[in-house]
């Protein structure tokens, strides 16, 4: 049992305590206790979130924001610990967070079927929505220069010359890759200064795990993990669910001939996540198949990144998995390239553009 449960005023004396293994840097924990309430555990990487207040901040500033706003889709309540704190400090670097679990949710590794799919587009694209007139600069940025792609060039670089864990000579074709296509997958930052895209307050972790569905009825209950949520671009919260959800192959396959995007997938996410978003500016609309694009390069860029410092940012499983993780995004984006008319087309279609 996690000590840190006790600090929360459960429902119950808690009795159980099972990680759930989903997510390469929290980790999550299901509590039960002796009534049958559960609770969702939660321990706060500080390697990655060094500023837990800003991040409890941004979340209530959001829920507080979502709830006055009503609506279908619902929202995480974080509890405060007996002593009235957002979090639980033990002392020994860990940050503790606790929230009631939300009764039969379920939350997928990927869609089993389009309708899944839709719903995470329909939670995203309303998340979206509903903050569509939150002020963006009250979000303080939990992690600095989160998705500023030019910037994880930069920090890929250094690693490339620290060469921390000795790999860089095994990684050459995957360095290519990268590089031949730092130009293009670092357009839409360049937009957003350019004041070509909005500043928005964006989820930024869009993984079809990160919404929660009923089980029985399989519609989206709520959107979680927003400890991401920052100033951004909507076209990296559609981004980043594509190359998620729409891929054909899991994010670690090392069988690369299993993965490819999924232009059914694709379809069916632009229409749900634009049709529950009718804010989208044309330029928004416009650059969502590099929002996928960019999303995925970035990726596949930052397990590249890791595999390189010797894996300490994402958590492993196994030897190389970094690697496998970035081999995986790097296949997706040439097929991508491959399917850049298709995915241009279906976005026209979808959003009469
Ligand atoms: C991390 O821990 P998880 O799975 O929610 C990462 C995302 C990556 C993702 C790749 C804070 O998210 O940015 O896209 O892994 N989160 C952070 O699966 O870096
Ligand atoms: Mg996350």
Known sequence: MKE???????????????QIKSGHINETYLIT???GAKYILQWINRYVFPNVDALMNNMSAISRFLRGRGGDMAMI?????????????????????SYR?????????????????????????????????????????TIERFHHTPDRFRRFRQAMEENRAGRFQSVMP????????????????????????????????T????????????KAICVIDLDTVMPGLSVHDFGDAIRFGASTGAEDERDLSKVSLDLALFRVFTRGFTQSCPSLTHAELEMLPLGAYTMTLE???????????????????????????????????????NKWAEMERIVREETGI
């Not at 899944?116 to 929505?129: K, P, V």
């Open 4 to 18: 840190a449960i006790f600090r929360f005023p459960t429902e119950g004396r808690p009795i159980s305590c099972k």
């Open 33 to 35: 206790t002796d009534t």
């Open 77 to 97: 309540r974080y509890m405060d610990t007996l002593d009235g704190r957002s979090y639980y400090d033990d002392g020994q670097g860990g940050c503790w967070r």
């Open 101 to 141: 679990f939300v009764d039969n949710s379920i939350c997928l590794q990927r869609p089993e079927c389009p309708e899944d799919f839709l719903e995470c587009a329909r939670a995203f694209g309303h998340f979206q929505y509903a903050l569509r007139d939150f002020p963006v600069q009250g979000l303080e940025e």
């Open 174 to 205: 995957e360095v290519t890759f990268a590089l031949e296509r730092e130009e293009r997958a670092c357009r839409l930052q360049k937009m957003r200064e350019q004041g070509l895209l909005p500043v928005r307050p964006a989820h930024n972790d």
């Open 207 to 218: 993984k079809i795990n990160n919404v929660l569905l009923d089980k029985d009825s399989r």
């Open 299 to 337: 990726c596949g860029l930052r397990f590249l990144t890791d595999y390189l410092d010797g894996d300490r940012y994402f958590s492993i499983d196994r030897p190389g998995h970094n690697l496998d993780r970035c081999r995986t995004q790097f296949k997706l984006v040439e097929d991508m390239e």
